[in-house]
Every structure is written in structure tokens, then in C-alpha cells.
């Protein structure tokens, strides 16, 4: 597995989708995963250290985990299938270990907020990591990037079609860098 940080948040500035950028730890590959824009601002929130006047759904469900003895230590990038992501909270409760079904989006708001490590399966990272060949710009030998999140907030038109790396190129080169980029913070 690689371990990996929440890079930043980004946006394109012409269609308004979001993207979590994860880089790997000691590397320079990128795996963009597309977000909702809930989820987007959850997690740009904190990276900004700033605290909603009313806790987010994620706040309280790191409280309950912290009221009932339990710790996120790990979120695992676990799959990739027909465009969509796959992730696992791994909870330690005692002796015991839990693993739990999430969407990457949730796991990656969680993980920030109790510094728990991001891992990506290698077989993810090879089939969908990127790598930025300067600020905004993607390599155009990089695999295909892929999606995740539900069919409605696909900004491919058909979740089948093979995905066009080019679409994708051109978002990153479309986003606004300074709104969204929150910087590397570790895990």
C-alpha cells in the first residue's frame, strides 16, 4: 500500500466540479478522486484549521468514535470499479479491529480530522494516478483518471465509455489553483 496526504481541493472554474487531490507520500504521483461539493468544503475546511460554528456530520462522527473508545488509525483507497472508488475506515476499539465501507469522499473528511493515515492500494495508484508535470498541469503519458462518487455528479456523460484522459487534462488545467489549493498536510 502507499501511503498518502490530502494535497488540496480544487475546482474548475468553468463547470464547478470538485477534485481531492492525494499525493503520495516521498513520491510525485497524484490521485485526483472527483467529490461532491459538500464534501469538498468538509474537508477544505479543515485543512484551513477553521472550525464551523455548529460541528459537520464529520465532527460528530469523530466525537462518537473518540466517546466510544474507538480510533480511525487507517482509510484505505481499496478499489477502483467502473469509475468509482472504494474505501475502508479501518477502526481499532480495544483489541479489536473494524473494518467499515465508505465513500473516499467521507474517509478523506474523517481522516483529516483525526490524523489518521491515508493508504492507497497499489493496483489503485497504478491505474489512476497522475502526475503533475508542473503547478496545474498533467502529464499527457499518465493513465486514465477515473471517477468517484454517484452517476448524477459524473461529468462524464457515459459511466461505461472508456474515460478520455484529454477531458481530464483539461480540467486540471482548468482549475483555479489559488481558491482551492489548501496545501499538503500530513496524515
Not at 495508484?125 to 496545474?136: K, L, N, Q, R, Y
Not at 454517484?150 to 481558491?179: C, H, K, M, Y
Request: contains cysteine.
Amino acid at each position: 500500500m502507499i501511503e498518502a496526504t490530502v494535497e488540496s481541493i480544487r475546482v474548475s472554474m468553468v463547470t464547478q466540479n470538485r477534485v481531492v487531490i492525494l499525493r503520495e507520500v516521498g513520491g510525485n504521483r497524484h490521485l485526483p478522486i472527483w467529490i461532491g461539493s459538500y464534501e469538498a468544503e468538509a474537508i477544505a475546511l479543515e485543512l484551513q484549521g477553521v472550525a464551523p460554528t455548529r460541528p459537520l456530520p464529520y465532527d460528530l462522527m469523530c466525537t462518537m468514535l473518540e466517546e466510544l473508545g474507538a480510533d480511525l488509525d487507517r482509510v484505505v483507497i481499496t478499489d477502483l470499479n467502473h469509475k468509482v472508488y472504494y474505501a475502508t475506515l479501518v477502526l481499532v476499539v480495544g483489541d479489536r479491529t473494524i473494518e467499515i465501507d465508505a465513500r473516499p469522499s467521507d474517509a478523506l473528511a474523517l481522516a483529516i480530522r483525526s490524523d489518521a493515515r491515508i493508504l492507497i492500494e497499489d493496483a489503485v495508484m497504478e491505474s489512476a494516478s497522475i502526475t503533475m508535470v508542473d503547478e496545474g498541469t498533467v502529464d499527457q503519458t499518465e493513465s486514465d483518471i477515473l471517477y468517484s462518487g454517484s452517476p448524477q455528479e459524473n461529468p462524464a456523460t457515459d459511466a461505461d465509455a472508456t474515460p478520455d484522459l484529454g477531458v481530464f487534462r483539461d480540467f486540471i488545467n482548468s482549475l483555479d489553483l489559488d481558491d482551492f489549493d489548501k496545501g499538503s498536510r500530513g496524515s
